[in-house]
């Protein structure tokens, strides 16, 4: 159903005169044909004896051309599909310099079957089959259209950024059609064969450094020309406008005041460059940052949400466009590259979080961020609640409110970042979540393919991967046309398993294994030709910044429109030892980086383990950030009969009871303790008399928390800690960034802190 102001949606595309005269010049040449014969026959057999012989010799040069990847994919998608064929046949005649018509007569019939969700569907009122999170997708995914909108969508409840002019507080805001550039330029970006060469190497030059507003003595660093200046005055700052006043409305109501140069604001703007961004120092919300995790999820979620819905007004609009002319083939009509408007599946936004209590903030906020007029109604709500939610939510996690409604303190003896994060909270890891918007509603738990987007942890995808290997029947294809990944929380997923998420990283934007419903003739030509992941953004948010994050962002974010990363000076976190301890640093020297874990082996079994081993009194504990490296480490104590226990990632909760009662009593002389089990468990040791970091942790806050376990009543209190030049992004972290930079450098090999 075309909607009422389809002349002012048409208005930024090329004019349907040429559809008329297409239609006009086909009447003709059928006027002027014999009807051979009143059976039907094939499309060989209507052809003239030219145009026979246009398509012997076109097909013979075929026979000649390497395949394209775009070759291949039709071939493997619809080798029998009408639709297709003539698609592929029409695009070699291009390639070859002849008209669409040369060699080939259009059928004057129309392929019923060839993608006929995805011209008029009926999705949006439809009853898709719910899908759990241990349920596998059903057989009915393969008809779901990538970019299905039901007739209600259709009707006349979408906006145009042309046609929108909304004002707050008596201002007008800009027309919307100048900010939506960002999106369609982005997305209509040819890339030049320099382009398809240098991307793949993951070389990047960053050319200019600009203050980071609100964050002290951090800088903005990035590969393209600095655009930070020009985006300051820019309302509504590339977002569709009604967005843009509920979110408006938002922020006023929860007492923010100068929206234009709030924090959500500028990283939105960032967000909506479609550069890669790497902010690597955001104060979490379990750690006293709630309001500066909020500002940043706001925007990640904003532009996430924009993105979605330029992306349906842009199917929405081409519908509109194909109802008007339907005495014209379709194919005839889909020949304007104007209608290459879809992926090969409809999600378009991958969200990886760590936990299902943080994947329930943001999914949350996303409802709230969501115009009241097109949240109605949310599907499943009360299941997601149950599934995701919390027991607590407010601010301080160590208030309670009792029955009577009164509130009650609990004393814990945790810290306060871990009762935020574990305390009565759901810490799962293995979960995913379709989320799909139609014009009134919102349905969670939506079928993958046909979700605008997908919330999942690493852990779950890396499973469906794995399924999917084993057997054929299974696939996730539903990550081949993501064109906005972020990675929120990338701190506590480094905590977990990093390479998870390099995997699923890895199998986003890969060529599908089935066509799962999608008419070919519409998808964006960067699909078809294994470009995607050169256009897909991400954004990798984080509260420190690690070697494998650096990696992943350099060599797997591969976007053509550049980059942008924050790059921070520390003061470090010395201060916060409260115990007078000599603090030694010991360098050891490795090559590389992949030479050093056997460097710094070496140097523990030659320098330092030699001092230990023959202790009396015991109470030697060594802290290891890896686990590998813990293995190693244990290993090496078992062949030397050393006597030793250990509080590693998977050790039981019995046995760590055990472990530490022996390490306090002197049976044991040295504990072996892993940060991640530090990070989920939080155990305080007692007895500890010498400590040695075997490598610094990653998260800064340990450092001085495992200090101050130091026995205090000790006389001969002390702390070892290795380290290599390859580690000078947690050291910064730690002693501070002049402090590690000189360290890293001097001659002298031996440093002390007192």
């Known amino acids: 159903m075309a909607p009422k102001n389809s002349n002012a949606v048409s208005k930024r595309h090329r004019p349907h005169e040429k559809f008329d005269k297409k239609r006009e010049m086909k009447k003709a040449k059928l006027a002027e044909k014999e009807v051979v014969s009143n ?46 064929a003539d698609m592929n046949k029409r695009r070699q ?32 009122e439809d009853d898709d089959e719910i899908q759990g999170d241990d349920e596998v997708l059903t057989e009915n995914t393969e008809k779901e259209n990538n970019d299905n909108l039901s007739e209600e969508e259709d009707s006349d409840g979408y906006e145009t950024d042309e046609e929108v002019e909304l004002s707050t507080n008596g201002q007008p805001l800009v027309d919307a ?25 993951g070389k990047w030059k960053f050319k200019w450094e600009a203050p980071a507003i609100d964050m002290p003595n951090c800088r ?38 100068d929206f234009d140069s709030s924090k959500r604001r500028r990283f939105f703007s960032i967000c909506n460059s479609y550069l890669d961004i790497l902010h690597s120092n955001k104060r979490p919300f379990y750690n006293k940052g709630r309001e500066e995790d909020s500002s940043a999820m706001d925007a990640y979620l904003m532009h996430s949400l924009n993105h979605i819905f330029k992306t349906r007004d842009l199917v929405k609009k081409n519908e509109s466009k194909i109802a008007k002319h339907r005495e014209t083939s379709e194919e005839e009509i889909l020949s304007d590259d104007g209608f290459l408007d879809q992926g090969f599946t409809r999600p378009k936004v991958l969200i990886l979080l760590p936990m299902r209590s943080i994947a329930f903030r943001v999914v949350k906020r996303l409802i709230q961020l969501t115009p009241e007029s097109q949240r109605v109604n949310v599907e499943h709500l009360d299941r997601f609640n149950a599934e995701f939610g919390c027991e607590d939510e407010s601010d301080d996690d160590d208030e309670k409110t009792s029955k009577n409604g009164k509130s009650t303190t609990h004393k814990s003896s945790k810290p306060s970042d871990w009762q935020a994060l574990f305390g009565e909270k759901n810490s799962d890891d293995e979960f995913m979540l379709g989320i799909k918007h139609t014009r009134k509603s919102i349905r969670l738990y939506g079928d993958f393919y046909s979700s605008d987007m997908i919330i999942a942890s690493p852990l779950k995808l890396h499973m469906a991967i794995g399924q999917a290997e084993e057997n054929k029947e299974r ?47 519409r998808i964006r030509p960067l699909y078809l030709d294994g470009q995607a992941r050169f256009y897909r953004q991400s954004i990798v948010l984080s509260s420190y910044l690690t070697p494998e994050m650096n990696g992943l962002f350099n060599r797997q974010c591969l976007n053509y429109k550049g980059k942008i990363k924050l790059a921070c000076e520390y003061k470090g976190v010395l201060e916060k030892v409260l115990l007078p301890v000599r603090q030694i640093y010991e360098r050891f020297d490795a090559d590389s980086m992949t030479q050093a874990d056997n460097a710094r082996l070496e140097y523990f079994t030659k320098k330092i383990f030699p001092k230990i081993k023959d202790s009396v009194e ?31 990632d998977y050790t039981k909760n019995a046995d760590i009871s055990r472990a530490r009662e022996w390490f306090f009593a002197g049976s044991r002389k040295i504990m072996l303790y892993t940060e991640r089990a530090y990070f989920y468990r939080r155990y305080k040791i007692r007895g500890i008399k010498n400590l040695i970091f075997y490598s610094l942790p990653e998260r800064k806050e340990f450092y001085p928390e495992i200090m101050n376990m130091l026995d205090e009543g000790s006389y001969d209190m002390m702390s070892t800690a290795l380290f290599s030049r390859f580690d000078l992004l947690k050291m910064e972290r730690i002693v501070g960034t002049a402090s590690a930079k000189r360290m890293i450098s001097s001659d002298k090999s031996i440093f002390a802190f007192c």
């Open 93 to 124: 005649r291009e390639e070859e310099g002849k008209s669409d018509t040369e060699g080939d007569d259009e059928d004057e019939e129309e392929d019923d079957d060839s993608g006929s969700e995805d011209q008029i569907s009926t999705d949006g």
């Open 618 to 648: 015991g109470g030697v504990m060594i802290f290891i950030p890896s686990y590998y490296d813990f293995v190693r480490v244990r290993n090496y104590l078992k062949s030397q009969n050393a006597s030793f226990c250990l509080l590693g």
């Open 177 to 201: 059609s100048s900010s939506a550039s960002a999106f369609s330029e982005h997305l209509s970006h040819i890339l030049s064969s320099e382009e398809l060469k240098t991307l793949p190497e």
């Open 220 to 257: 903005w660093k990035g590969t393209r020309p600095n655009f930070l200046d020009a985006v300051q005055n820019d309302s509504p700052y590339g977002l569709k406008p009604k967005l843009f006043k509920h979110w408006l409305q938002l922020y006023q109501k929860s007492g923010g005041k």
């Open 475 to 521: 696939d996730v294809d539903y990550l081949s046309s993501i064109e906005v990944l972020i990675i929120d929380h990338a701190d506590i997923i480094s905590m977990q398993n990093w390479s998870f998420l390099a995997t699923v990283v890895d199998h986003i934007n890969r060529l599908p294994t089935k066509q799962h419903g999608t008419n070919v003739m």
């Open 39 to 84: 059976h039907p026959t094939d499309e060989e057999d209507l052809d003239s004896s030219e145009e026979e012989d246009a398509i012997e010799e076109e097909s013979e040069a075929v026979v000649y051309r390497k395949p394209t990847t775009y070759d291949n994919l039709l071939a493997s998608l619809g080798s029998s599909n009408k639709a297709v």
